[in-house]
């Protein structure tokens, strides 16, 4: 109902109203229409949301997009525009930057190749170490391999000398060049069989005065298998070292005369105001007088031809061996 304005004449009814909207009016501080209109109020508060519509229909699927073909890489962006980039690409075609990992494309709408972002994203974090895996069953054990070869015989060491042999000096008396030492130099009664070969490493220091003479002879027991016979020495020999090797091998067993036996020996000193090696060699096949039927000891004697104190010699190692 609109709220005029106070006219004469006006009944009791109009006359309240009036003072009601006057009364408003104050308050409020709004303008009430004198023309009959009613009041402009105030907007009022927002309303509560209205529950959730019902979901539309699905649209209509849409056209299949162009296949993509990458066509390979290049190392970076200058490698690629100086190759496949510099020159228009077909439709759908591609290739990697190998630098940054881009892809470009060619875009047929602008008649460009386009970079359209990495094809291969970020490498992530190293993920944590997984749990150890149980232990796997024991495998089948193989077949044996088949045996080897048998191998080289070794030597068989006979003796080893352990202290210096007794100095030869002043006396052209034949003394051994042997000391006391470790196993044996003694084969026994039939103890030999055909091929037995020996070895005899000696060494060991010498002085000589000038011109002086040396003899080396080798024996089992009392029969003589090697002998050097008088050799000169030469210039003065001046604690020289000396060394002396003998090779032996059973050609025939049995008693003397039937068994035979080749010897071979080498004496060398080397000279020590000049470090020439000098020295000499001797052999002998002993046919005669050797026999394997009775006990043999070997024996290596040295003997000066004059006796004086400035001929000395001993032998500081001396090892034999069986080598076959």
Do not use: C
């Amino acid at each position: 109902m609109a709220i005029p304005s106070r006219q004469i004449g006006w009944g009791t009814e109009e006359n309240l109203l009036w003072q009601i909207s006057k009364q408003l009016e104050a308050l409020t501080g709004v303008t009430y229409n004198s023309g009959g209109g009613g009041i402009v109020g105030p907007q009022g508060p927002i309303g509560p949301q209205g529950p959730q519509g019902v979901q539309g229909v699905q649209g209509v699927q849409g056209e299949t997009g162009a296949a993509l073909t990458v066509l390979g890489s290049y190392p970076d962006l200058t490698a690629f525009l100086a190759g496949a980039g510099g020159s228009p690409g077909a439709p759908g075609t591609a290739w990697i930057i190998e630098s940054d990992g881009s892809l470009y494309v060619w875009n047929t709408a602008t008649n460009a190749w386009e970079d359209v972002g990495d094809l291969q994203g970020p490498q992530g974090i190293q993920g944590i170490q997984g749990p150890q895996g149980e232990q796997g069953i024991q495998g089948v054990q193989g077949i044996q391999g088949i045996q080897g070869e048998q191998g080289v015989m070794g030597v068989s060491g006979l003796f080893a000398q352990t202290a210096n042999s007794t100095i030869i000096t002043n006396t052209t008396t034949e003394t051994s060049l042997i000391n006391g030492g470790v196993g044996t130099l003694t084969v026994p009664a039939n103890g030999f069989s055909v091929g037995d070969s020996f070895r005899a490493v000696f060494g060991g220091m010498m002085n000589a005065n000038n011109n002086q003479t040396i003899r080396i002879r080798v024996r089992a027991g009392s029969v003589l298998l090697l002998d050097s016979g008088l050799q000169n020495l030469g210039s003065a020999v001046i604690d020289d070292v000396w060394s002396l090797n003998v090779d032996f091998t059973i050609r025939q067993i049995g008693a003397a005369g039937i068994a035979s036996i080749v010897a071979l020996g080498s004496f060398h000193y080397t000279k020590t105001n000049n470090a020439s090696v000098q020295g000499f060699g001797f052999n002998v096949v002993n046919n005669t007088t050797f026999d394997t039927t009775i006990s043999n000891t070997l024996d290596v004697t040295a003997q000066w031809g004059t006796a004086s104190t400035g001929n000395n010699i001993y032998s500081d190692i001396f090892i034999f061996n069986k080598t076959y």
